[in-house]
């Protein structure tokens, strides 16, 4: 008999033992499948029915408007030197120039001969924006008390334009170049004859600085004064000559 009421009492526990594993199995696959949910809608018939409206789970929206593709980023291209013509950029590069004004003595020059007016010739070339080559020949005879200095120079410079304003542009500049000095002198005080003295070639320096006017492509005016500095020279072997003199001009140019 216990055997009996054990065996039904087995059947039992393994019966609600598998009835409640099959509905933790259902609930499992509910939630890992969920199905569409369903309302019942009553209807507006006298009889209170109702009507089973099985509802579809909301999809996200698609959107309506192409998708634009993102404009290509292009990559800005490398600059590259490119070389400018001078002949272009620079405009005329040649001037020729005759300048007048006053030239003042220092030193033993003063000595032999009085300031007096001077006149030059300049030749400028353009080589860039800032930079220019001068070239300037003169000859002066300076006379004092019958005796007088003379003098004959060919030199060379820079020229620097410091900066550009509207039609103005001041500059400075220097160089070197060749300077032929001589004399002429009374032997004595009693004596009205004059002797001259051998020319000597000696190296100098030069400095200027000055305005330019640009009035037109084809002339440009410039007021400058221009030092010159010869090296001291031997007047017949016995006499040392030494000093220097400054121009103050008017450099009317012509462009080409």
Sequence with gaps: ???????????????????????????????ANPQPSVIVQPTNSAAPQGKI??????????????????????????????FVNPETSLGRRHM???GFGQAFLFGDYSSWGEDSLAFDL???????????????????????????????????????????YDKFAPFFGGGFGFYFPSAERMLSSSNTLVTESGTESVFGVNAFV???????SRFSISFMSH???PFSASIDGQTELSGAYLKLLIVPYFKF
């Design 122 to 164: 300049y030749y400028n070339f353009k080589s860039s924006f800032m930079f220019q080559l001068v070239a300037n020949l003169h000859a002066h005879k300076f006379s004092f008390n019958k005796e007088s200095f003379s003098t004959k120079s060919f030199n060379v410079g820079v020229k620097a334009k410091i900066f550009d």
């Design 210 to 216: 000055g305005l330019d006017l640009d009035l037109s």
């Design 227 to 229: 030092l010159h500095k």
């Design 1 to 31: 008999m216990k055997n009996i009421l054990s065996l039904i009492y087995g059947l039992m526990l393994l019966s609600v033992g598998l009835f409640y594993f099959q509905a933790s199995a259902q609930e499992t696959v509910q939630i």
């Design 53 to 82: 409206i099985r509802v579809q789970p909301q999809q996200p929206a698609q959107a309506t408007q192409p998708m634009t593709q993102p404009a290509p980023v292009v990559a800005p291209s490398q600059s590259k030197l490119q």
């Design 96 to 98: 020729v120039g005759v």
